[in-house]
Each structure stands twice: as structure tokens, then as C-alpha cells.
């Protein structure tokens, strides 16, 4: 196949300066299946369930229709995972919808992928959950009224940074900064979902009442109401990323996705019955931070373990996104789709940490130049195109290739509802209401396409850049790495 002569052909790149006589750097699969769902509920659990039900009920209308959109979502988010697990069985490496659009489509839609990934997608889905973390950090200083921007965005510029030194001077660190925070959101969602419960059963019913009463008919609403839905799923995909470190990836990719993502979808939905249940939906809507506002009104005095308890979750979840960014950066350097420098990993820590600075630089940008919503509607639109491009690429191999060996089979349904759903989510916002952040999209990908041919195509490296890697190797201490040929 040449799928598969594709990716023994391709020699493992050599990088200057690596020493024949170290022992090659490998990757330890030692990953299971508690390990899997702790990485995928992990990182979906963060800010959006905490930020977007405002948004979505704003974009639906009424109470019943965001709901419904909130079920939807986690069923797509479900489809999703389903197919990429398939393809984590057929492509047993690491690097996500990077490493399947690379070895089925080529070089060239990889590279474009790696450079709006590595430069807006990641940074974005970074700085917005950053954001998040500074409202819900910064509101209790502030009661009664909105935080200032300023104080919002520095702590989110500081948020990052104590990010960045976490993930560069030790891998086991960052891990163990996400079981601990894990543990922290699943608590405060379990708090609400309890006071949820017992606002119902006191007869609390009003904002279900008439529930679909005004829904709204445009298609481009229904869709803008599903980025921001699909914001609080996003994850789904992140063991995916790690392929190379599960323990039998053809077992275990497939379980966690269908033990955690039915999980976080039921608690997002009894979250939402929960704030519905405190407070009207003109309440919701006029709330800078949901939680915060649910727990003035249903915890009173206590109301602060909610801010504390929402900080510390999407702390934990935006340390998830930067570890999974990072990951993307090194590995399409070390596919030679990235500089040279991006694809080393610091001598003594052993973590790509110049991967890790430069998320963290574009991550800084994105905070200084954008608020929550636009970040998270820039950024949906960019990762569902490449969504639809990876489950495209499984059509293909399901239709084209049946005879590759792969252990998990998805009912080919299943893809094309996803891949419709990618193609309805890219067109209906630009159709019915185009917005300028998407627009800067079009001469971005340009751009790419005109760094491709002459640095990746026809390698014409400029001289001074290598002069550059070898100072920036000597100042960040940093050494080539190679490829796991397993």
C-alpha cells in the first residue's frame, strides 16, 4: 500500500550535531486504560463547562435547545474518538491528526496542518482556556463586579509561564500536576451537580418550563452554539497524541474513549440542568462567570470553594493542552515540517523544551491580542477543517484499503456523520455569519503554502539559520533527538 511504503521509505531525519555513540532517546509505553481516561477526562474537563453554557444558551435562546446541543455535542465528540481510534490502531504513532494526514495525504496538507496547528490552533485553544483560569481566579477579588481586562490577561500571561517551566524541567511533574488537578474538577463538578439535584427535588423547575419556547431557526447561530459546545469536549482526541506510550493502543484506545467521554458527557449535562435550576436563563445570560454566580446563590458563604475549585480545574486542564501543543511542535520538526531547534529536548531534563517556549510565546500573543469568545470560534473552525480532513483520510483507507491490519473496526456510518457534521460546523457560520476572525484564516494558509516549497519541498535553508540552531542548542542546553523506528 502506499500508505504503508510511505511511511517505510521515509528515512529518519538526520539533525546536526547528533552524537552516533548516545543511546537513542525512546518513548516508554506506559500509558493504560486508567491513565487513558485520566488524559482524555482530564483535559475535556477544563474551562468550557465552567464558560461556554452562557454562550450556547445565548446562541440557542432557550433552556431545552442548549441542552440538546450540550448531548449532541458529547455524541459527536463520541463519533469522533470512535474513528480515531480506528486510525490509532492502523497508524500506531504519536502526533494526532499531524502524523494521519502525513502518512495518507502527503507532505504538503501535513506541513499546512503542522503550521496552523503549531502557530494559531494550539496557542489559541491555550490562551482561551488561560483566560478562563485568570476570570475565575481574579473574580473573587472583585465582588459584585466584572474583573478589568488587564488583571484578567496578566494572570493569564502568568498562568503560562508558570506552565512553561512546569512541562520544561520535568515530564513526571506535569504529569503528576494533572492527576492532582483532575481529582480537583471532578470534586467541583460534583458539588454543583449535587446542588443541581437538590434545587430540583425543592421544586426548582421554572427555566424548564416552555423550554423550547424562542429557539432559534438560523443556521449559522446553531452552529457558532456548537463551537462553543464543542469547546468543552475538545480533548477527545488527545490519546491520540500519545499512541507510541499506550500500553496495546489497539485495547486500550478504544476503551478509554468509550469509558470517559460517555462520562464527562452525563456530568456536563447534569452541570448544566444544575444552573439552569439556580438561576433563570436571563440570569445565565448576564453572568460573566456561571459557576461563580451559582455559587452565590446556592452556597452562600462557601461560594469561594467554587472560584477556587473552577481555577484549579482549568489550571490542570490547560496543563493537558500544553503538553499535548508541545508534542505536536516536536514531532512535525522532527518529520522536518519545523525548524530543527523545535525538535530537541533539553540534555538533562529530557523534555522538548523549545517546543514547549515557542507554544508558550504564540500562546502570549493570542492573550494579549484576544477575548474568550473570539479565541474559541477562531480556533473551532481551523481544528474541525482538519478534523474533517483526518476522518476523510479513514473513508479512504476504509473504502480503498480494507486490507490493512488493524485490530478495532468503526461502523463506516459513524465517520460520515462526523465528517458531515466537520463540513456543516466549517460552512454554516461563514454562510450565515461571517466574522472577521475567520477571515484572517485565508491569507494566513496562503502563507503557508509559500513557506512550503522553499523550505520544505526544496530544503533551501539559509545559512545564518543554522548558526542560529547551533547558538540557540548551546544557550537552551538542547540536543537532537531520533526517531522511535518501533
Not at 37 to 52: N, R
Not at 67 to 73: E, V
Not at 355 to 380: D, E, H, K, P, R
Not at 445 to 450: A, E, L
Amino acid at each position: 500500500s502506499t500508505m504503508r511504503e510511505r511511511k517505510t521509505t521515509d528515512p529518519p531525519r538526520s539533525s546536526t550535531g547528533l552524537s552516533e555513540g548516545k543511546e537513542k532517546l525512546r518513548l516508554k509505553q506506559e500509558v493504560g486504560l486508567i491513565s487513558g481516561v485520566s488524559l482524555i477526562a482530564g483535559t475535556m474537563i477544563g474551562s468550557g463547562i465552567f464558560m461556554s453554557p452562557e454562550w450556547v444558551l445565548h446562541h440557542m435562546e432557550n433552556p431545552a435547545s442548549s441542552l440538546l446541543i450540550w448531548a449532541a455535542c458529547g455524541l459527536l465528540a463520541m463519533f469522533g474518538a470512535l474513528s480515531y481510534a480506528e486510525l490509532g490502531t492502523i497508524i500506531k504513532e504519536s502526533g494526532g491528526e499531524y502524523i494521519y494526514i502525513l502518512r495518507i495525504f502527503g507532505s504538503f496538507p501535513a506541513f499546512l496542518f503542522a503550521y496552523t496547528s503549531v502557530i494559531l490552533v494550539r496557542p489559541a485553544g491555550l490562551a482561551a482556556v488561560c483566560l478562563s483560569f485568570a476570570e475565575y481566579a481574579v473574580a473573587p477579588f472583585y465582588p459584585g463586579c466584572s474583573p478589568p481586562q488587564v488583571a484578567v490577561k496578566c494572570t493569564a500571561a502568568a498562568c503560562i509561564l508558570l506552565l512553561t517551566i512546569i512541562n520544561c524541567l520535568n515530564v513526571r511533574l506535569a504529569t503528576s500536576v494533572m492527576n492532582v488537578f483532575t481529582a480537583a474538577k471532578l470534586l467541583a463538578l460534583l458539588v454543583v451537580v449535587v446542588g443541581g439535584l437538590v434545587l430540583l427535588a425543592k421544586g426548582q423547575t421554572q427555566s424548564f418550563q416552555n423550554g423550547f419556547q424562542g429557539t432559534t431557526s438560523g443556521i449559522g447561530a446553531i452552529g457558532v452554539a456548537f463551537y462553543q459546545g464543542l469547546w468543552s469536549y475538545d480533548g477527545w482526541n488527545n490519546l491520540n497524541y500519545v499512541t507510541e506510550e499506550l500500553k496495546k493502543p489497539e485495547v486500550t484506545l478504544p476503551r478509554a474513549v468509550m469509558i470517559a467521554i460517555p462520562l464527562v458527557t452525563s456530568l456536563y449535562l447534569l452541570v448544566n440542568v444544575s444552573y439552569l435550576a439556580a438561576m433563570s436563563p436571563a440570569e445565565l445570560l448576564s453572568s460573566g462567570a456561571v459557576a461563580v454566580t451559582w455559587g452565590d446563590k446556592v452556597l452562600g458563604s462557601w461560594a469561594w470553594l467554587i472560584s477556587l475549585s473552577v481555577a484549579l480545574s482549568t489550571f490542570g486542564s490547560s496543563n493537558g493542552t500544553f503538553f499535548s501543543g508541545g508534542r505536536v511542535c516536536y514531532i512535525a520538526a522532527r518529520e522536518g515540517h519545523m525548524p530543527d531547534i523545535l525538535s530537541m529536548a533539553h540534555v538533562r531534563c529530557l523534555t522538548p523544551s523549545p517546543a514547549l517556549m515557542f507554544t508558550s510565546v504564540m500562546s502570549l500573543i493570542m492573550i494579549i491580542s484576544g477575548n474568550f469568545t473570539s479565541i474559541v470560534n477562531f480556533f473551532s473552525f481551523i481544528a474541525w477543517f482538519f478534523y474533517g480532513m483526518t476522518i476523510s483520510g479513514l473513508l479512504y483507507l476504509k473504502i480503498k484499503k480494507p486490507e490493512l491490519p488493524r485490530s478495532y473496526k468503526v461502523p463506516i456510518i459513524i465517520p460520515i456523520i462526523v465528517l458531515m457534521a466537520a463540513i456543516y460546523l466549517v460552512l454554516a457560520p461563514i454562510i450565515d455569519q461571517p466574522q472577521t476572525e475567520i477571515l484572517y484564516i485565508i491569507p494566513f494558509i496562503v502563507s503557508g503554502i509559500i513557506l512550503y516549497f522553499p523550505l520544505v519541498r526544496f530544503k533551501c535553508h539559509p545559512r545564518f539559520l543554522q548558526s542560529i540552531t547551533l547558538h540557540l542548542q548551546l544557550f537552551l542546553e538542547v540536543a537532537p533527538t531520533t526517531r522511535d523506528e518501533n
